[in-house]
């Protein structure tokens, strides 16, 4: 067989993972809670499968669910979606964000992405026989930031879509409104289509908002929005998010959803609709995490690490040039395998070969690990 992504291997969060187990090392790399989720989402989950919830649900998820949805999308940035057209439940953002693309990307298109970038973006760009066009952040003083010059420079008529990630994995950079405008400034006149990767909505620092593509009219009505339950919650195993779109693209975006899973699991659908009536657990995240980023960088900060800012996201990166001359993956390796902390190198975020200096870590975790880790990383 002749491959259809010969750059693809395993992914580094895979490798990271398996190489913090062998080492026994604390795993600060892949982005996932150690701490479980609420035991209400369970109990609304298991009393759903009991009643007999069981079967097949609608092919775009239940109306409960969708419903739900659109009222926290509504209440939160002003732009109602008709739960019956606009809104999809997926198999996790991933499964949203490949059939995004293959709905609406053809051959030979350009698509431009934003580096570093996750790894689902690339390949699902390939597999729809489109091009990848990369512009890469630019990294300063205030952090990673989008130089969105080059963004516009990088626009031919062949560009069918600009694939933008607020808050961002890797680098916790968040959009702000001067971002968005920039955005609207390079499509507006254009039927560019946008893909907004919105998984760490409900993950934003400081008491700033978060800049949902939703909330801008102008920006939503060619927007393809994905987010993850699996964040919010705490539940990444679970692999269930939405995408949010206008009918016309959410009329495409169906076409290729209906054969690629046709549906989402029942029970955790109607779980998640009963759990979402209480607002509470999203508006009470970014103070939650908030408090584990605050813990992790004050202990960094009495280590050799560079702090780059974290606005966003679970993630926190750092430079490590005063510590080590090792390539990112290298020093990834040494870090686990020699002071048993894993985290993740930036550069697997690069599809062009970049040494940045920058690794991440993931703050998802208990207190205690936390502290654990910054114990180990207080020799550095
Ligand atoms: N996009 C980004 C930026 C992510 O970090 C992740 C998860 N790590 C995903 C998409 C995929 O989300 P899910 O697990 O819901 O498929
Ligand atoms: N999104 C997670 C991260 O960035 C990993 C998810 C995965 O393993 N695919 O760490």
Known sequence: IVTKLPKVGTTIFTVMSALASEKGAVNLGQGFPDFHCDPALVAAV????????????????????????????????????????????????????????????????????????????????????????????????????????????????KTRMIMVNTPHNPTGSVMRAADVAALADIVRGTDILI?????????????????????????????????????????????????????????????????????????VQYGLAAYMKDPAPYLDLPAFYQHKRDLFRTGLANTRFELLPSQGTYFQ??????????????????????????AIPVSAFYNTPRESGIVRFCFAKKDETLQLALERLAKL
Not at 105 to 127: R, W
Not at 237 to 249: E, I, M, Q, T
Not at 317 to 340: D, H, M, N, Q, R
């Open 317 to 342: 990166c750092v430079k490590y040039g005063a510590i080590s001359a090792l390539p990112e993956a290298e020093f990834c390796k040494w870090l686990t395998s020699e002071i048993g902390v894993a």
């Open 195 to 267: 893909l907004s990767d919105e998984v760490y909505e409900h993950m934003v620092y400081d008491g700033q908002p978060h800049e949902s593509l939703a909330r801008h009219p102008e920006l939503a009505e060619r927007s393809f929005i994905n987010s993850s339950f699996g964040k919010t919650y705490h539940v990444t195993g679970w692999k269930v998010g939405y995408v949010a779109a206008p009918a016309a693209l959410t009329a495409e975006f169906r076409k290729v959803h209906q054969f690629n899973v046709f549906t989402v699991n029942t029970p």
């Open 46 to 157: 298991t009393q759903a499968m009991q009643e007999g919830l069981n079967q097949y649900p609608p092919m775009a998820g239940v109306p409960v669910l969708r419903e739900a949805i659109a009222e926290k999308v509504e209440k939160l940035y002003g732009h109602r979606y008709d739960p019956v057209s606009e809104i999809t439940v997926t198999a996790g953002a991933t499964q949203g964000i490949l059939t995004s693309v293959l709905c609406a990307v053809h051959p030979g298109d350009e698509v431009i992405v934003i580096e570093p970038v996750y790894d689902c973006y690339v390949p699902a760009i390939e597999l729809a026989g489109g091009v990848p066009v990369f512009v890469q952040m630019e990294v300063g003083a205030q952090g990673y930031s989008i130089p969105w010059d080059k963004v516009k420079a990088a626009v031919t008529p």
